[in-house]
């Protein structure tokens, strides 16, 4: 049952460590968990967990885990015992975990089960038996612990009940909060660099300097550390996206406010880039998306907000300035051309995971890595504009620009 | 008892309230000796957390308040190359002693103390993305040394290491998983009443009963920017015991004194839209 509770972490994507799954062995050993279920919830909680964003997760495991157990007290006991008594079963693992324990020797893991294992029976031994039904140990029945396998604290509430609640739905990760936590996200993006601004003194260089010169005081200056990044923002607006506009300005708002990036230009366009983006959401100034295409060098960061949701046609066929120069590309090439400027580039996408498969969203995710518009997606997003692009895509991506 | 850690469970002091949780995962820290690690929303008493310890417990506190600029190092040692060039060029000081020109952080104060120390690590998530990870090895071996002189100091006691984040970066997952983590939930009535009592003992029954009311209802508006705190709470009780409030009022519309309770100037709107909102309908 034990081990089924760790298997359910895991498969809940909770990544519980090894490590931390014997550091709970031990406090259980040290008897913190008071003989009650909802220690042990809690002290399994703090040991593996650690972000609030995954304390929903491991409620819902702990209850599927741990459903029943109420009414099935000496089952328990027998597992948990069974469990602690057969360590070698660590080895039969499946091979995610075993993937994933590949790094830690399996016999030091051993050697630190079994040693584990000696102290308990110590413990045993010298009358502190810790698991049993007997009067005095940890996870009885007996009336010399009140608390019992039933649940302590003042609270009166079970550890199911408390898991059951899923009090903590509302700090998971794949919702979006505020601008705060956008920003906090965006400002991942950073890379900062001395090329430019008002010297500053550098103390380290000036003492080594001060120091070769016997004594002689030597100032030495440095440009000040600078956010480098330059991002270029193009945001959907209007028909389709209108469900998301507020979620949209909050992103918005926090990469003005707080990105501190080197540069920072956005622009506005309906439902697919064609041959000018506007300067407004209300199309007024015109930019050709050629100027842009020519007048930004390709170390910007290219980062387009929307649902990449159309009618085919729109993608696929001559864009929306055809009748100001006759049949122009389409609106998939003027992307393409976009992702190869800037290989530096992705799309964020407010609308679920799972419309992701089909229609125009497909097309697009070809020639822009898309990412959601939650923290968790953000973070993606940002780890992924941080490593250097991928030459398959970009070939891909420069054929796609060819054509049309 | 029928265990022995080296202390007895953290139950909160008289100005402190704990949750059962949140003194299990202290036990926890302190059983296992490793650094508790405490998030939860502002104002719900994370950096108090660390001095109450220290006072339930009697044990000293030191303090590293980590901000934008700080470095894992300076939490070890700091050395004042400057004052040392200074000395050097005014003949002051005894510029050949090194050690002079050295002292010690809040983390190296703690090692070398010959009482166990709590160690506060507060607002850890304000310092740069590296800081947690160049720590590792500290906080693991407990020792470091003092590149300057070779010295090398190692805790004569573990420190218990209290560390809080507001959740700003995140933190790298070699460091978390060494950490016990607790998040601070937001206290419910009950502990709400107990934990108003602890900072206004005397407080009218039917003052606390309305506010706690009002309060509660006040955090559920949908769209608060910044919802408000235990913190803020304890002040307006403060607030409406000074001017003689009259509790019966409490439950009508508009608030007294909101701006104690509400910092964004989009939440009184909010917040006004919604009591008109409600007025309108009863």
Redesign the interface.
């Known amino acids: 049952m034990f081990l089924d509770f760790f298997y359910n972490l895991r498969s809940h994507g909770l ?1 519980v ?1 090894t ?2 799954w014997l ?1 709970l062995m ?2 259980l050993a ?3 968990h ?2 009650s279920l ?2 042990f919830y ?2 399994a909680r ?2 593996l ?4 964003a995954h ?1 929903d997760e491991f409620d819902r495991a702990f209850a599927e885990s741990f459903r029943g157990v109420k009414d099935d007290r000496a089952a328990i006991l027998d597992d948990l015992e069974e469990w602690l008594a057969n360590p070698k079963r660590l080895l039969h693992l499946d091979p995610e975990l075993a993937a994933a324990l590949k790094s830690l020797d399996i016999d030091e893991l051993r050697r630190q089960f079994q040693e584990r294992l000696a102290q308990q029976k110590e413990r045993h031994d010298g009358g ?1 038996r810790w698991i049993g039904s007997g009067g ?3 996870f009885g029945t007996g009336g010399h ?1 009140p608390s019992g396998v039933r649940l ?4 009166g509430r079970s550890a199911l009940a408390v898991a059951d609640a899923r ?2 739905r509302e ?1 998971r990760r794949d919702l979006v909060l ?1 601008t705060r ?1 956008i920003a ?1 996200a965006l ?2 993006l950073r890379k900062l660099t001395r090329d430019e601004g008002d010297p500053e003194l550098d ?1 380290d260089s000036t ?1 080594r300097a ?1 120091a070769r010169n016997c ?1 002689d ?1 030597e100032i030495v200056m440095q440009p000040p550390r600078k956010n480098a990044v330059r991002l270029l923002l193009l945001l959907d607006v209007g028909g389709s996206m209108d469900p998301h506009a507020e979620l949209v300005s909050r992103l918005f708002s926090a990469a003005h406010q707080a990105g501190n990036f080197r540069e920072l230009r956005s622009y506005y366009f309906h439902n697919c880039v064609y041959g000018s983006v506007y300067e407004d959401a209300r199309f007024n100034n015109a930019v050709r998306t050629q100027e842009l295409l020519t007048t930004l060098d390709p170390s910007w960061f290219l980062v387009i907000v929307g649902d990449a949701y159309m009618h085919p046609g729109e993608l696929m066929m001559s864009g929306g300035d055809w009748w100001m120069d006759g049949r122009g590309p389409t609106g998939m090439t003027w992307l393409a051309r976009l992702a190869s400027r800037f290989p530096r580039s992705a799309w964020i996408n407010p609308e679920p995971k799972k419309l992701w498969t089909t229609g125009t969203i497909a097309e697009i995710a070809e020639v822009y890595p898309m990412f959601n518009l939650t923290l968790e997606g953000l ?1 993606a997003m940002v780890r992924h504009l941080r490593r250097p692009p991928s030459p398959a895509r970009a070939a891909q991506v420069a054929r796609l620009a060819q054509t049309g | 008892m ?2 022995s ?1 080296a202390m007895q469970p953290f139950l909160g002091t008289d100005s402190y309230i704990v949750s ?2 949140l003194s ?2 202290v ?3 302190i ?2 000796q ?1 650094p508790l ?1 405490i ?1 939860g929303e502002p104002g719900t008493g994370k950096t108090l957390l660390a001095r109450d310890i220290a006072r339930y417990y009697d044990l000293d506190l030191e303090r590293w308040h980590v901000k934008s600029t700080t470095k894992a190092i300076d939490g070890l040692y700091t050395y004042d ?2 004052r040392r ?1 200074h000395d ?2 005014f003949s002051e000081g005894k510029v050949s002693d090194i050690r002079d020109y050295i002292s010690l952080g809040p983390l190296g104060r703690a090692f070398k103390r010959d009482t166990q120390a709590v160690v506060l690590i507060d607002e850890i998530d304000k310092a740069d ?1 590296e800081f947690p990870n160049d720590l590792l090895h500290e906080l693991d071996a407990m020792e470091f040394t003092i590149m300057e002189t070779g010295e090398s100091i190692a805790a004569r006691q573990r420190p218990v290491i209290i560390i809080t984040s507001n ?5 790298p ?1 070699a460091f ?2 060494r ?5 601070i ?1 937001f206290p419910d009535r009950e502990l709400m009443t107990r934990i108003i009592r602890v900072h206004h003992p005397d407080v009218e029954e039917q003052l606390l009963a309305g506010a706690l009311e009002a309060f509660y209802n006040l955090r559920d508006v949908d769209g608060l ?1 910044k919802r408000p705190s235990t913190s803020e709470f304890i002040d307006w009780i403060a607030a409406l015991r000074h001017a003689g409030f009259d509790p019966a009022k409490l439950l009508g519309a508009g608030l007294p004194f909101l701006g104690t309770l509400l910092k964004k100037e989009q939440d009184f709107a909010t917040v006004e839209r919604r009591t008109r909102r409600g007025v309108r309908r009863s």
């Open positions: 990544k460590t490590h931390n550091a031990e406090a040290k008897g913190l008071e003989e909802s220690g809690q002290i703090c040991i967990i650690t972000n609030e304390f502190n005095t140990s940890p612990h302590g604290g003042g609270g009090r903590f700090l505020d936590q906090a400002r991942r103390i003492i001060t004594g005081l973070d | 029928p265990y850690p059962p949780e299990r995962a036990s926890v820290a059983t296992l490793r690690l998030k190359a400057v060039l050097s060029r993305l959740n700003e970066k995140e933190l997952d978390l998983r950490c016990v983590f607790h998040w939930d920017r």
